[in-house]
């Protein structure tokens, strides 16, 4: 799709600098961008690739030096979110998969709303309810009593354990597992782990994304719920019981062990392993591989194991860099004090 760069700019609220009549027909990388592509720069690291990039339009910060005459410019405070505007505007990936393949299995007990489609060897059982304009693609399996809402996209090889409940404009990528049991077991009187029954579900409200490879257990009793416009990353781990709030951000490798609750706008980083039965505040973010051994209710910002505040663990970590330097120098008071004791004796 072709647009102009006055166009980029009025849907991104940006001013030109250069030709504004610059025809644009494609979006990529500042170091591997083209002739017809528009690129963006908002970062100091990729300033080095300025001047042999060959994108015909940039998005910039203010004040950044236009040194180039061949490019048209278009100034916006953030660039990267400018540059993401245009790929949802002009470039949003299509996801075809329209109407429903001879291999597909639909139970005579599910309700299915319009336009809905089905990739090859997709199974959709009894009882189940799927709402408008959804897309389900090959070797998915949905399993009994699973609701999924309007205008979801599940790509191909997912599993829906049965009385799964999706809202609305949900995406669920390759592989994810949705509902699979919790790990509940208890030893009996000889040291043998006896399975409790996960008799809960799950619930994914509107709005959310899952990645591929990532497994969400269903509840022992009651439901695991992930809350309004939350994105989980690929290969997360989230236990049975654990409730996620609105707006949340959890990256790959991480898992959340049984029964947490974790608040709504928070970030957590890769390989974050949370402990169980801990509540995270709203608005926490936990930097990567940190260890969650105690609850974090105050927002801010937390790394480190077990976890602590970030400034408090920078102090921390300073300190442990600079431990042989400390052993040295104890070593030396340890003689100095030798000395002075001897000294202190004779006198």
Do not use: W
Request: a positive charge; hydrophobic letters at 40%.
């Amino acid at each position: 799709m072709n647009f102009t760069a006055e166009e980029a700019a009025r849907l991104t609220g940006g001013k030109v600098y250069g030709n504004s009549d610059t025809v644009i027909s494609g979006v990529a990388r500042i170091e591997e961008a083209k002739e017809g592509d528009i690129t963006f720069l908002y970062h100091s690291s990729y300033e080095k690739y300025f001047k042999s990039t060959k994108a015909t339009a940039i998005f910039i910060k203010p004040g950044f030096n236009k040194l180039r005459s061949d490019i048209t410019y278009i100034e916006v405070d953030s660039p990267e979110k400018a540059f993401s505007e245009i790929i949802i505007k002009n470039f949003k990936p299509g996801y075809k998969l329209e109407g429903i393949d001879s291999t597909a299995f639909i139970h005579e007990s599910a309700k299915a709303g319009k336009n809905l489609a089905l990739g090859r060897n997709v199974i959709v059982s009894a009882g189940c309810k799927i709402g408008n304009n959804v897309r389900i693609f090959h070797n998915s399996v949905i399993l009994d009593n699973v609701e999924i809402g309007d205008d979801s996209l599940i790509f191909q090889n997912v599993s829906i354990r049965e009385k799964t409940i999706i809202g609305k404009k949900a995406i669920i990528h390759a592989g994810a597992v949705i509902g699979s049991d919790g790990f509940g077991f208890n030893p009996d009187e000889n040291g043998v782990y006896q399975k409790i029954p996960q008799i809960g579900n799950v619930i994914l409200k509107d709005e959310v994304e899952i990645g591929s490879g990532t497994t969400i257990d269903r509840a022992a009793l009651g439901s695991t719920i992930i809350g309004n416009r939350t994105k989980i990353d690929n290969l997360v781990q989230i236990g049975h019981n654990v409730v996620v709030g609105e707006d949340t951000v959890i990256s790959a490798q991480t898992g959340i062990s049984g029964s947490c609750k974790i608040g709504s706008n928070c970030v957590i980083a890769g390989q974050v392993g949370i402990a169980g039965h801990l509540t995270i505040g709203d608005k926490v973010v936990l930097l990567a591989k940190s260890g969650i051994t105690k609850s974090l209710l105050k927002p801010g910002y937390y790394f480190g194991y077990p976890a602590k505040e970030l400034k408090v663990s920078h102090r921390l970590e300073a300190h442990i860099r600079n431990l042989p330097a400390y052993s040295e120098k104890i070593k030396e008071l340890e003689l100095e004090v030798k000395r002075l004791s001897k000294l202190a004796i004779k006198d």
